[in-house]
């Protein structure tokens, strides 16, 4: 299994990643919780792959 590394490259809002599956699984995904604040601004996640690959992680949105 790969190994799969979250984090947040650009943080202007307050936000913070909560990670939940680290490692790649058979169906090509990897999991962490991405946690916004009340705060406008621009956050970037990025996700990096022992490898040396990195990803664009795809984002959507509950409320609470």
């Known amino acids: 299994m790969q190994k799969v ?3 947040i490259r650009h943080n202007e809002s307050g936000s913070h990643l909560d990670r939940v599956n680290d490692l ?3 169906n090509g995904e990897a999991r962490a919780i991405f946690y916004a604040s009340s705060q406008s601004g621009t956050d970037i996640v990025k996700a990096s792959f ?15």
């Open 50 to 64: 022992a490898c040396g690959a990195r990803a664009t992680p795809k984002a959507s949105r509950t409320a609470r």
């Open 5 to 7: 590394t979250f984090h």
């Open 24 to 26: 790649l699984e058979a």
